[in-house]
């Protein structure tokens, strides 16, 4: 289960990268402003905005198996739609419902994986599973700038519909359902958010940790492509080790979530290094020194999705099983929604201060983020309420 939703979700990963990675590509060939070419990279996590909450509940409903074949189903038809789109308009609004069909396995691969693992290794398996959004940005980092070069950008969007193609046809040879423990009273578990404001303050540290991430991966290419002289083929092994490495941080992150017991207290931690590399790699980009600029840019992309998982299976945990694909639903349409608008915003925020003083303003972010994530105690009284340990002490059965 656990292997064919990391290559599920990289797969449709790589379908919601692409056109962030098309950008050096539209700008320079295609005469494209910044502006406009982040609107295109952010037209797919507007389309899953407009529709996570809705395949959660799908899965709350229905289970994760039936969600994940007609959702990928439906985006590999999608991206075959946005390959014959012509106009700017036509492919922006294609590219939208490939994000929304794609959003079908965000909530149901949460929802599958925790249920098939208990608390003690969901923080560990939680981890894996975040590491398919590095690996399929790491592999769109790679591919689609050359795609693009040789094919352009019918090749670069027919990849991503080809990798989802392979993972369709993994979920139907192997996907099972785990089946939902018998239902106690505390099991049914009310509704989460009328209980208390945790789960809604872990979304709002979410929405603000995200940004970095955004930032770093939709115009990392362009700032060593534009700013440093690199061509793109060493931009894009730069930004593809930065996610290969970050793959291996969400790893470790959930690994020492289930150390300490804890997955709100190593969450802290990462949002004050995250401000910290964000400053550091401003100060690289205005003194022109490309390679301590490289390293500084590969840690902060590691520590910027460090806190993905960690506040992922934080929700699943709180919110109970009955909650869960909404509660992870909610959770991954605040992060897209902000995914959304931080390229347009921050590429014209680029196109007046340049890129160091954009990363200085992005450090922000985590430095707002730190008072609002909620304390140990009010995350384990509403998982309490809910049914589930939330992962403070994780001796509680599995999820489903």
């Not at 797919?44 to 395949?55: D, M, Q």
């Not at 390679?291 to 993905?308: H, L, R």
């Not at 959304?340 to 003083?357: D, E, N, R």
Request: net charge positive; charged share 10%; hydrophobic share 55%.
């Amino acid at each position: 289960m656990l292997a064919v939703m990391v290559l599920g979700q990289a797969a449709t990963t790589v379908v919601v990268a692409t056109p962030a990675f098309l950008i050096p590509y539209l700008h320079q060939y295609e005469g494209m402003n910044l502006a406009s070419a982040g609107l295109l990279a952010g037209a797919p996590h507007l389309g899953l905005v407009l529709s996570l909450i809705a395949w959660g509940a799908a899965a709350d409903r229905y289970g994760e198996r039936n969600v994940l074949i007609i959702g990928l189903a439906l985006t590999v038809l999608a991206v075959a739609g946005s390959m014959l789109a012509h106009g700017f308009v036509m492919l922006g609004v294609a590219l939208v419902v490939s994000g929304a069909m794609s959003a079908c396995i965000n909530n149901a691969s949460g929802r599958l994986i925790a249920g098939w693992f208990p608390a003690e290794r969901r923080g560990l398996a939680m981890g894996i599973r975040q590491t398919c959004q590095p690996i399929g940005m790491a592999i769109a980092a790679i591919a689609v700038p050359t795609l693009a070069i040789h094919y352009g950008i019918l090749g670069a969007l027919a990849f991503g519909g080809a990798l989802t193609l392979i993972a369709l046809v993994c979920c139907v040879a192997a996907v099972v359902d785990p089946e939902l423990a018998p239902r106690t009273v505390a099991a049914l578990g009310s509704n989460p958010y009328r209980e208390s404001w945790t789960l809604a303050r872990i979304h709002a540290v979410s929405v603000l940790l995200v940004v970095p991430q955004f930032v770093l991966s939709t115009f990392g290419l362009v700032w060593f492509t534009v700013d440093f002289g690199w061509s793109a083929l060493a931009a894009g092994a730069l930004v593809a080790t930065a996610q290969l490495l970050g793959a291996g941080g969400r790893i470790v992150a959930g690994i020492w979530s289930d150390k300490v017991a804890s997955r709100l207290r190593p969450l802290r931690q990462v949002a004050i290094a995250g401000v910290v590399v964000l400053l550091v790699a401003a100060a690289f980009g205005w003194a022109e020194w490309a390679i301590p600029a490289a390293i500084i840019f590969v840690v902060a992309s590691c520590v910027s999705v460090a806190d993905n998982g960690l506040a992922f299976t934080a929700v699943a945990e709180i919110a109970g099983p009955q909650w869960a694909g909404r509660a992870l639903g909610t959770q991954n349409t605040g992060q897209f929604l902000a995914s959304a608008v931080v390229p347009s915003l921050v590429g014209g925020l680029i196109g007046f201060v340049g890129i160091p003083a954009a990363l200085a303003l992005v450090a922000l972010t985590p430095a707002i983020a730190l008072p609002l994530i909620p304390s140990e105690l009010d995350a384990q009284r509403t998982a309490t309420r809910q049914g589930r340990s939330a992962g403070n002490r994780p001796t509680s059965s599995p999820a489903r």
